[in-house]
T-cell receptor, first 113, second 111 residues
Framework: KQEVTQIPAALSVPEGENLVLNCSFT??????LQWFRQDPGKGLTSLLL?????REQTSGRLNASLDKSSGRSTLYIAASQPGDSATYLC????????????FGAGTILRVKS | NAGVTQTPKFRVLKTGQSMTLLCAQD?????MYWYRQDPGMGLRLIHY???????AKGEVPDGYNVSRLKKQNFLLGLESAAPSQTSVYFC??????????FGSGTRLTVV
């Protein structure tokens, strides 16, 4: 059974700092891995999706990497801003062709101005 | 605007009452999902559908039923609500193997 773990559970950083959020998964047989952002009381917004054949994806100040062999993914946020404050969730899609996401519990990020 | 719409946004139920949550998507997606989110935990899959007329159980299906009579709609029913079903419920859809679109959630409290 696939399990996804995110470390740290919470993170507080000063504005402008570069930061890394970590995600690990127990079964390397994944179809893809996604990172989401969730603002308080809101739904999930997809940030980056990495297919199993890819090593990384970039969007603006965000870069996500995937290492299937070690069961790890990282989300790198450059030059953090107060507007980046949110909960960040990673989710793995198990199997060769899967549709069901398995989520981590999330990292609550606070960027202080 | 294209997306996933959930109704209602908030609901309070008494133990033993029943209700239906509605999810509607206008992106012609084949796949639809219901998740629940509890404090300190990630989202957990309740039921899902791979196409009109199909449903399947997810990780935590007990106490819930679903129906997908029309491609654009996915209904989640609680037959006899229990306090353990107090949660935030999210609906999502996708075209299969690609990015997901989530609704804004339904906050349900069972007293």
């Amino acid at each position: 059974k696939q399990e996804v773990t995110q470390i740290p559970a919470a993170l507080s950083v000063p504005e402008g700092e570069n930061l890394v959020l970590n995600c690990s998964f127990t079964d390397s047989a994944i179809y893809n891995l996604q990172w989401f952002r969730q603002d308080p009381g809101k739904g999930l917004t997809s940030l980056l999706l990495i297919q199993s054949s890819q090593r990384e994806q970039t969007s603006g100040r965000l870069n996500a990497s995937l290492d299937k062999s070690s069961g790890r993914s990282t989300l790198y946020i450059a030059a953090s801003q107060p507007g980046d404050s949110a909960t960040y969730l990673c989710a793995a899609t198990p199997g060769e062709y899967g549709n069901k996401l398995v989520f981590g519990a999330g990292t609550i990020l606070r960027v202080k101005s | 605007n294209a997306g996933v719409t959930q109704t209602p946004k908030f609901r309070v139920l008494k133990t033993g009452q029943s209700m239906t949550l509605l999810c509607a998507q206008d992106m012609n997606h084949e796949y639809m999902y219901w998740y629940r989110q509890d404090p300190g935990m990630g989202l957990r899959l309740i039921h899902y559908s791979v196409g009109e007329g199909t449903t399947a159980k997810g990780e935590v299906p007990d106490g819930y039923n679903v129906s997908r009579l029309k491609k654009q709609n996915f209904l989640l029913g609680l037959e006899s609500a229990a306090p353990s079903q107090t949660s935030v419920y999210f609906c999502a859809s996708n075209a299969g193997g690609y990015g997901y679109t989530f609704g804004s959630g339904t906050r349900l409290t069972v007293v």
